[in-house]
């Protein structure tokens, strides 16, 4: 059974078709990449993943569980992590504060025992204070932990985004254009963390990015997407070479 | 100066960075122990007052500063607080009962309250919240039966550990319980914040969709901290309503919502800090209204001419000097003017800016 599946997946933005009877599955373990011109609904299908949106029909089963059931907040509980393509972090908590907070979901305390900080609420923050450690050494953020993020550059908000992700501790981790703004050693920082992230901690990858180097470079699969639907599917070369693909992004040849 | 080496974990679990943040707290309070003995009954009573106010500041900072929703109807459960108390005494509960009662009632209602307040955001949070204060105020009127309507209530002696304490009687008693209850409840304040529920309502605070992304039911939060924050509101109104000895439905007016959320403003967003230093300036305004009255007077020649509406527009142009020039309050001048002294002198001025995110947020909704 695939990890993550979508099954005829529709969505609408009043008239405007934004998922078009889309079907696709992700297997544990690969990083399956989307790609697409703007405005093809890549970052919409996150968000249907997410359950920020709910599809007009069609099914998403992630992990055995139907995410249509859920609330937008249970979908983390099932172990899936996301970042945002325009950067939604916790502007005014530092670093560390923004990645404890992606511990919440293994929240053991209640009300009570948090006002009262008892020793088994100690000793949870002992252990989100460990794991989260671990987050800061493999992305190198070291140096900002106790930076609020109001202050930081967007190359370094960008990573803290992904840590953030990781602090839940995924099975699945969604990534909306990690590359998009960052410099070349920074893409290529972005790129050893992905390899790392499915190789080291055998979480898998559902990315959605532009930059073709990156998607060819780490992908196991590719999806290409124009208007809300599915043009190709399969290994990035065979996507790339794909004359459908090949005519949504450069227009018709005629 | 100070530079913090960490070596484990605990140090940032505790809510004092070093020995020495700590030893400053521990005078602080040692100061606070003291204060009886070191100043007069009448700024006695004006500290117990400005510790009164930090502690609803506290309950507001909750709700305002910590999860981001507006409220310019604190007021409504400072009433709701002290009347509960009273009118549980009058039934017999003793005084160590119904206090933690008060605040326990406020706080439900205040998640109920919540209910309908959660689909709201920003300046329609504040209109609603307003609306109920004015509601309240009339409430209190109509239900004259319990509440004393406009001819109001007086709160009797209270007993504490079979100590009687009142206002006037033992003013060093009161000041005392006063201190007690805001000490545990700025502690709890702390705890919470190093927490996962703390930290739930700053996700809440700085974005919701992450927040949900991240596991959080951010309805559940917002009713929580709502919660948390009428409760602490009423602790507040239940000792507010015993320092004044006499109150009816004005003492819980409107206005004082809307100074309770300008003092928050004043102090600092966002911080336990903010609380206490806004209500500091709330407690001695009243001291340097009459001196800028006399000031005001002389310049328009009379010498005590009472001009209305003189104390809130000085308010007023507090605040707007304060958004200005201080988005972040006192207590981020403080910060500033510390950092100033550690890093002298090295400070650059735009050390506190903040930086320009270079992609405009699309955001969710
Ligand atoms: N909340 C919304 N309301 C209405 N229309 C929307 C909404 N969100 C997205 N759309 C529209 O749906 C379509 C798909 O948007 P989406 O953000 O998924 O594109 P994308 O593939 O991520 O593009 P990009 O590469 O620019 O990020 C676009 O036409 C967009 O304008
Ligand atoms: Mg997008």
Redesign the pocket.
């Known amino acids: 059974m695939s990890l993550l599946e979508l099954e005829n997946v529709t969505l609408k933005?009043?008239g405007?078709t934004?998922v078009d009877n889309l079907s696709f599955s992700v297997e544990q373990g690969e990083v399956f990449a989307i790609v697409?011109?703007?405005?093809?609904?890549?970052?919409?299908?996150f968000n249907l993943i997410s359950r920020f949106y709910t599809p007009v029909n069609g099914k998403i089963r992630f992990d055995g569980h139907d995410l249509l059931k859920e609330k937008a907040s249970s979908v983390a509980n099932f172990g899936v992590a996301r970042t945002f393509?325009n950067i939604e972090l916790f502007e005014h908590a530092t670093v560390l504060e923004n990645l404890l907070v992606g511990r919440h979901r293994h929240r053991g305390s209640n009300f009570l025992t948090e006002l009262f900080f008892t020793p088994s609420v100690r000793k949870q923050e002992l252990q989100n204070r460990h794991f989260v450690e671990e987050v800061i050494d493999f992305l190198d953020l070291q140096a900002y932990r106790e930076k609020r993020i109001a202050g930081l550059p967007y190359g370094v908000r960008k990573v803290v985004e992904v840590a953030r992700a990781l602090a839940t501790d995924p099975k699945l981790l969604l990534l909306d254009?990690p590359a998009s703004g960052l410099s070349v050693e920074e893409t290529t920082d972005m790129r050893w963390w992905i390899d790392e992230i499915r190789r080291q901690m055998g979480i898998t990858v559902l990315m959605?990015e532009?930059d073709m180097g990156l998607v060819s470079g780490v992908s196991d699969r590719v999806l290409a997407?124009a208007d809300?639907a599915r043009l190709a599917l399969g290994t990035p070369s065979e996507v790339q070479s794909d004359p459908a693909v090949i005519e949504a992004y450069l227009g018709k040849a005629s | 100066m100070r530079i913090i080496f960490k070596t484990d974990y605990m140090q940032d679990l505790r809510p004092w960075k070093d020995g020495y943040q700590l030893s400053l707290y521990l005078i602080l309070i040692a100061l606070a122990v003291a204060a009886p003995f070191l100043i007069d009954v009448f700024f006695l009573g004006e500290l117990t007052n400005v510790l009164i106010w930090a502690l609803a500041g506290l309950g507001l900072m909750v709700l305002t500063g910590h999860t981001g929703q507006a409220s310019l109807g604190h007021a409504a459960f400072l009433a709701m607080g002290c009347y509960a108390n009273i009118i549980l005494m009058e039934a017999g509960v003793p005084f160590m009962l119904a206090f933690p009662l008060a605040g326990i009632i406020t706080g439900i209602v205040g998640m109920i309250v919540a209910i309908p307040a959660l689909r709201l955001h920003g300046i329609y949070l504040a209109i609603a919240t307003l609306a109920m204060s004015i509601l309240v105020d009339d409430i209190i009127v109509l239900t004259d039966h319990w509440t004393g309507g406009v001819g109001g209530k007086f709160a009797p002696p209270v007993n504490v550990f079979g100590f009687m304490i009142d206002r006037w009687g033992t003013p060093t008693a009161f000041y005392y319980l006063t201190l007690g209850v805001t000490i545990l409840v700025t502690l709890g304040y702390i705890n919470l914040l190093r927490a996962p529920l703390g930290r739930s309502f700053i996700a809440v605070r700085d974005s919701e969709v992450s927040a949900q992304a991240m596991g959080i039911d951010v309805s559940r939060s917002k009713a929580i901290s709502f919660g948390v924050s009428c409760a602490i509101t009423g602790l507040a109104g239940a000792l507010m309503g015993l320092f004044a000895g006499a109150f009816n439905n004005e003492t819980f007016s409107v206005v004082i919502s809307i100074q309770l959320l300008m003092m928050i403003v004043i102090g600092g967003l966002g911080s336990i800090h903010g609380a206490f230093f806004g209500a500091i300036v709330i407690g001695f305004l009243p001291q340097f209204l009459s001196i800028s009255k006399e000031w005001v007077g002389a310049l328009f020649g009379g010498s005590n001419v009472a001009i209305p509406g003189l104390e809130f527009g000085i308010f007023g142009v507090i605040l707007i000097v304060f958004i200005l020039f201080e988005p972040m309050g006192i207590y981020g001048r403080w910060l500033k003017i510390r950092t100033w002294f550690e890093l002298f002198p090295f400070y650059r001025k735009d050390m506190f800016k903040r930086q320009k995110s270079y992609l405009k947020t699309e955001r969710?909704r």
């Not at chain 1, 697409?36 to 299908?45: D, E, F, L, Y």
């Open positions: 933005f009043g405007l934004a697409g011109p703007n405005g093809a609904g890549k970052s919409t299908v393509q254009e959605v532009h997407m809300g | 969710l």
